[in-house]
């Protein structure tokens, strides 16, 4: 049970990252929908999730983890969705 909450969790996080995303690519001007915004999402979650599995082998806490995954995934996507301009703005 303890793994079907932590997916679920994780899914509700990619959601969420999910709708920044959109909103941060609609900003950037870029043409996507949800599901394009959903995928860079996962991708971001990547790096926060070994960090915490990291840390949770090594047996620290760190205050407020949080937001460091939050602001880490949420960078993950800025750095990804200028990648994907910068690749169609190269293309066109």
Same mark, same amino acid.
């Given at each position: ?7 679920? %969790?994780? $899914?509700? +996080? ?15 001007? $870029?043409? %996507? ?5 959903? @995928? ?5 979650? @990547? ?5 915490? @599995?990291?840390?949770?082998?090594? %047996? ?6 949080? $937001? ?6 949420? %960078? ?10 910068? @690749?169609?703005?190269? +293309?066109?």
């Amino acid at each position: 049970y303890i793994f079907s909450y932590w997916l679920v %969790g994780k $899914l509700i +996080t990619a959601l969420l990252l999910a709708i920044i995303g959109l909103i941060i690519s609609s900003a950037m001007k $870029l043409p %996507g929908n949800f599901e394009h915004a959903l @995928t860079v999402a996962i991708y971001a979650m @990547t790096v926060p999730i070994l960090i915490d @599995t990291v840390v949770d082998v090594a %047996g620290l806490t760190i205050p407020s983890y949080w $937001l460091i995954y939050t602001a880490v995934a949420v %960078g993950y996507m800025i750095f990804a969705f200028r990648a994907i301009k910068k @690749t169609s703005a190269s +293309t066109s």
